[in-house]
C-alpha cells in the first residue's frame, strides 16, 4: 500500500490566517490525490481532486499543489467554517489510502 | 440530486458477519463505482472497497480475505459483507459515489456498527 503521511497532525490558527498544510506519500503517486474537509458528526466533503483541481461550489479560498509525492493544501484567509479535520486521499494505486488527517483549530 | 440512503444493523457480534445496504436515488447506479469507507471512533478514514458491476470490484488488501462488496442494479443498491468481525471494525460505516474510483464525492449519513456481544 502507497502510504499517505499529513503534517501536522494539529494546526491552531486564527481566522483571516494563511493556513497549509502538507501530504507526502511513500511513493509517487502523479498528482492523483484528492482533498476533503471534515466537521464533527459529519461526511468526509471532497474539496480537491487531481492534486488542483477544485470542486464545484468549493470557495476559492481553498487551493491544493504538488505533484510526485509532496503536496499541500492551502487556505488563503481561514474563515469560521474552515474549522475542521482534513484528509488527503491517493488514487494512483488501486488500493486507496488516506492520511491521517490535520485538525484544523482556532487559536 | 444523488442520495444514498444506508440501512443494516448497528450492533453486530464477534465472529458474525457485518451487513449493510446503501439505495442509490437521483442517478444511474449502472454508470459509476460505488465504495464502503470506515472511520472508526476518533480515527482516520479507510477505504473498503469498492464495485462496478457484478463482475468487477476491488477491496482492501488489509480486509479482502472477508470483504464482499456487490451490486443489485434493479434495486439501484450495492452492499457490504464483512466476515469474522471483531472489535477492530467498530466504525462508522459510509458508502460514497466513488467517481471514475477514484474520488468520492457523494457520501451517505453513515450508519455506526459496533461489534460486541
Known amino acids: 500500500d502507497i502510504q499517505m503521511t499529513q503534517s501536522p497532525s494539529t494546526l491552531s490558527a486564527s481566522v483571516g490566517d494563511r493556513v497549509t498544510i502538507t501530504c507526502r506519500a511513500s511513493?509517487?503517486?502523479?498528482?492523483?490525490l484528492a482533498w476533503y474537509q471534515q466537521k464533527p458528526g459529519k461526511a468526509p466533503k471532497l474539496l480537491i481532486s487531481?492534486?488542483?483541481s477544485l470542486e464545484s461550489g468549493v470557495p476559492s479560498r481553498f487551493s491544493g499543489s504538488g505533484s510526485g509525492t509532496e503536496f499541500t493544501l492551502t487556505i488563503s484567509s481561514l474563515q469560521p467554517d474552515d474549522f475542521a479535520t482534513y484528509y488527503c486521499?491517493?488514487?494512483?494505486?488501486?488500493?486507496?489510502?488516506f492520511g491521517q488527517g490535520t485538525k484544523l483549530e482556532i487559536k | 440530486q444523488v442520495q444514498l440512503q444506508q440501512s443494516g444493523p448497528g450492533l453486530v457480534k464477534p465472529s458474525e458477519t457485518l451487513s449493510l445496504t446503501c439505495t442509490v436515488s437521483?442517478?444511474?447506479?449502472?454508470?459509476?463505482?460505488w465504495s464502503w469507507i470506515r472511520q472508526p471512533p476518533g480515527k482516520g478514514l479507510e477505504w473498503i472497497g469498492y464495485?462496478?458491476?457484478?463482475?468487477?470490484?476491488k477491496s482492501n488488501p488489509s480486509l479482502k480475505s472477508r470483504v464482499t462488496i456487490s451490486v443489485d442494479t434493479s434495486k439501484s443498491q450495492f452492499s457490504l459483507k464483512l466476515s469474522s468481525v471483531t472489535a477492530a471494525d467498530t466504525a462508522m460505516y459510509y458508502c460514497?459515489?466513488?467517481?471514475?474510483?477514484?474520488?468520492?464525492?457523494?457520501w451517505g449519513q453513515g450508519t455506526m456498527v459496533t461489534v460486541s456481544s
Open positions: 460514497v459515489r466513488a467517481r471514475s474510483g477514484r474520488t468520492f464525492d457523494i
Open positions: 437521483g442517478d444511474y447506479i449502472s454508470i459509476y463505482y
Open positions: 464495485v462496478y458491476d457484478s463482475w468487477s470490484s
Open positions: 487531481d492534486a488542483s
Open positions: 486521499q491517493q488514487y494512483d494505486s488501486y488500493s486507496r489510502t
Open positions: 511513493q509517487s503517486i502523479s498528482g492523483w
